[in-house]
């Protein structure tokens, strides 16, 4: 799951968040190709033996393992293109982009830093994209951004697909919030789902989401 801070330098009524309006839901995209094997990857199954790792445009199975657990957040971008009705690149060939455009750091030993937001919002505007980084924000607003059929990228705590779980932080790992249902509960996608329950239309009430929220993403639309 990767770090979703913010550059170091946004249920509500129409569009998405219609009450089960499936048709408008975004297609699910998981931050590995298999979303079949999340649960065997998050239980420590090396990435590099997905049968599908050259769907997601890595040089090679290597390549494709180190970054996995760092891509939640072009696996949200690439649910927003679809969501918006725009062809979905593959997964590694939006990281490079942003990464060109300081949205991923890889640092001298190893590690990687980002998601960087500043990076994602800069390459959702050269695809025509409006967006904006949102910081400092409660549950309750999140329903705002929604409005006009808008979509949010969620910095969460990964525990959040267990959401009876007490995370021991907030952050880390992003989600696709895209709207409310008739209850209030916010309507998610999670990259890093590892069944189909916690992946793909998960719904919170809000104080649930709130445990796991860190206050900021970015808003798309």
Same mark, same amino acid.
């Given at each position: 799951m990767s770090p979703s801070s913010? $550059? &170091?330098?946004?249920?509500?009524? $129409?569009?998405?968040? +219609?009450? +089960? #309006?499936?048709?408008a839901t975004p297609p699910?995209?998981?931050q590995w190709e298999s979303a079949a094997l %999340?649960?065997?990857f998050l239980?420590?199954? +090396?990435?590099?033996?997905?049968?599908l790792w050259q769907a997601s445009a890595a040089v090679d199975a290597a390549e494709y393992a180190r970054w996995a657990d760092h891509l939640c957040g072009c696996a949200c971008l690439q649910m927003a293109f679809g969501a918006l009705g725009r062809d979905i690149p593959p997964i590694h060939a939006i990281r490079r982009e942003i990464q060109a455009l300081g949205?991923? %750091?890889?640092?001298?030993?190893? #590690?990687?830093?980002g998601l960087i937001y500043a990076g994602a919002v800069a390459w959702l505007a050269?695809?025509?994209i409006p967006a904006r980084i949102a910081l400092d924000l409660a549950v309750a607003d999140i329903p705002a951004l929604l409005d006009g059929g808008r979509l949010f990228v969620a910095s %969460?705590?990964?525990?959040? @697909?267990? &959401?009876e779980a007490d995370p021991p932080a907030r952050g880390g790992h992003l989600v696709l919030v895209f709207g409310a249902d008739a209850a209030g509960a916010l309507r998610l996608h999670n990259p890093s789902g590892h069944?189909?329950?916690?992946? @793909? +239309?998960? @719904?919170?009430?809000?104080?649930?989401?709130?445990?796991?929220?860190?206050?900021?993403?970015?808003?798309?639309?």
């Open positions: 913010p $550059s &170091p330098g946004g249920g509500g009524g $129409s569009g998405w968040g +219609d009450e +089960d #309006s499936r048709a699910f995209r998981a %999340v649960a065997d239980a420590g199954r +090396d990435a590099a033996t997905d049968p949205g991923y %750091v890889e640092l001298p030993d190893g #590690s990687i830093r050269g695809q025509g %969460v705590h990964p525990a959040i @697909r267990r &959401p069944d189909e329950a916690t992946r @793909r +239309d998960v @719904r919170l009430a809000p104080e649930a989401f709130a445990r796991f929220f860190a206050g900021r993403g970015i808003v798309i639309g």
